[in-house]
């Protein structure tokens, strides 16, 4: 047994050199005996993808059907065309294709993604006598029409048509829906075509149009949604087509993808801007409030906002010993320190003020992407740049992922840059006089009392 042991205890000691000699008759050379050192195993893309949340990888996929990289479902699940898809916007973009993003790579995916939302006006929305829920372009189908059989979104020249339907019929199955479908209206030629057991896609042309079907059934409830397009429009619809398909939902029975639901009572942070009691805030955090107080100050008013940047300003009356935050200044920095006041939960009630550095993507119009985003209750707050000047004000907004999905993912930030800000103000007749650098002393907790 001892001389086991002491065998084992050569081979630990001896085992991690790059030459050793082994014990030789006498007499006879040593002889080398060369070993190498294993390298560690380099992480595939899967593999890595396999380490994100399941809400991550949502965004992810969402964000890479937007940007026209991505022609598959939006489920989060880990795939070899999800892999694909990353590595071919990486390559476009003139980078390595690795299959993995890198931090600078993500932000800018993820602001490019939120631009060509906003330029179609995505949301999430119910068909009122069905409950079904439904992506939709809004500025490409704002004209909508809604009746007991379904509702129709379309353009104002018809160019862009979307409609939901909803009928019974005695035993359906998807195969039997997907046929009648293909021949009406008389015509549609098919180019791809699938059919599930609870569920039928089907595509082409329907006349100069081409179309997209997605349908499905409960029972005898058969609901189906059809999407026309003019072939002129095909670049700017059919990014809009895959998210629509995933984020249709013909039966929802849980949360649904989109924007939480509106808090009763719901916190951010604001910022002092004038002596008289001017404060600017977040926009979304202060609509449809029965009331509407400043932690420390009491009752404000809302007196102007804006719908595109998403800004408030808000006024106090009475308040005396305000530090207003100077505004003059800007940024040409790629980190700023984010300074506001965390929703209470996060911070056992306290009311304090905190810091956060965050980085800067490269601004796409007004807004740059923040990365990490704030804690909640920070949206309003400044963005202070390196050299101690207001850079603009940060801003929470929930991530719109196209596909469906059982947990809201995490917030996306972005900053309004200061000339934003700016202009909001001259345009809404106030004139900031704060002088202050210490944004700690000019920012205030808002608090909106919802019904």
């Known amino acids: 047994m001892r001389s086991m042991l002491a065998a084992t205890l050569m081979l630990a000691a001896t085992a991690g050199a790059n030459a050793q000699t082994t014990p030789q008759a006498p007499g006879t050379k040593p002889k080398t005996v060369q070993t190498t050192t294993a390298r560690p195993a380099v992480q595939t893309p899967s593999a890595t993808a396999d380490g994100m949340t399941q809400p991550e990888r949502l965004s992810l996929q969402s964000d890479l059907a ?105 035993n359906p199955t998807a195969a039997k829906l997907a046929d009648a479908e293909k021949k009406e209206p008389a015509g549609r030629k098919i180019d791809y075509t699938v059919v599930k057991p609870d569920f039928f896609v089907l595509s082409g042309l329907q006349g100069l149009k081409k179309f997209y079907v997605r349908g499905t059934f409960k029972g005898d409830e058969v609901r189906i949604m059809t999407i026309l ?77 804006d719908r595109e940047h998403d800004l408030a300003l808000l006024h106090i009356y009475g308040a005396r010993g305000l530090k207003p935050l100077g505004l003059t200044g800007g940024t040409g920095k790629t980190t700023v320190d984010v300074v506001g006041i965390a929703d209470p939960q996060n911070q056992a009630g306290a009311a304090g003020v905190s810091s956060l550095k965050a980085t800067l993507s490269a601004a796409t119009g007004s807004d740059a992407a923040l990365s990490p985003p704030p804690a909640v209750g920070f949206s309003g707050a400044p963005a202070i740049d390196g050299d101690g000047k207001f850079a603009g004000i940060a801003l929470l907004k929930p991530a719109m992922v196209a596909g469906p999905a059982t947990t809201v993912p995490a917030s996306q930030a972005v900053m309004v840059s200061a000339d934003i800000v700016r202009d909001f103000m001259k345009a809404n007749g106030v004139a900031p006089n704060g002088t202050s650098s210490d944004a700690k002393a000019a920012v205030v907790r808002v608090i909106c009392v919802r019904k």
Request: charged content about 20%; some cysteine.
């Open 66 to 170: 937007w940007v026209g990289e991505y022609n598959g479902a939006i489920t989060g699940d880990v795939s070899e065309r999800m892999v694909n898809a990353i590595k071919e916007y990486q390559k476009n973009k003139g980078g390595k294709p690795t299959g993995v993003l890198n931090p600078q790579e993500r932000i800018a995916l993820a602001e490019t993604a939120r631009r060509k939302q906003e330029n179609v006006g995505w949301k999430v929305v119910t068909d009122p006598p069905s409950g079904a829920r439904l992506g939709i372009p809004g500025k490409l189908v704002p004209q909508q029409v809604t009746d007991a059989g379904g509702s129709k979104w379309s353009s104002p020249t018809g160019t862009v048509q979307v409609l939901f339907s909803r009928r019974k019929e005695a």
């Open 229 to 305: 397009y003019d072939q002129a429009t095909e670049n700017t619809v059919e990014p809009v087509v895959i998210a629509m398909s995933s984020a249709f939902n013909a039966f929802p029975a849980g949360p649904q993808a989109g924007p939480p639901p509106r808090k009763t009572v719901e916190y951010g942070t604001g910022i002092v801007v004038s002596d008289d009691g001017a404060i600017l805030t977040d926009r979304l955090v202060t609509d449809s409030c029965l009331a509407i107080t400043i932690g420390g100050y009491g009752s404000a008013d809302r007196l102007a906002e």
